[in-house]
């Protein structure tokens, strides 16, 4: 991978991140949608963070 498509991939798992939390703050998530999200949202950040500690 280039530098550009590492940036791309890099903020496209901030922006999920970013939508997860404002869908669960806004309340527009039902409690079955919420765990499951909080599973996506838990393994994204950790991709994320794997990521960014091999770049």
Avoid at 2 to 23: F, G, I, P, Q, V
Avoid at 33 to 49: D, G, I, K, W, Y
Wanted: aromatic content about 2%.
């Amino acid at each position: 991978m280039n530098d550009t498509t590492d940036t791309d991939t890099a903020e496209h798992l901030r922006a999920a991140l970013r939508h997860l939390e404002a869908a669960r703050q806004d309340g527009e998530l039902r409690k079955t949608n919420a765990v499951a999200l909080e599973n996506v949202s838990n393994t994204v950040s950790t991709v994320l963070r794997e990521y960014e500690d091999d770049g």
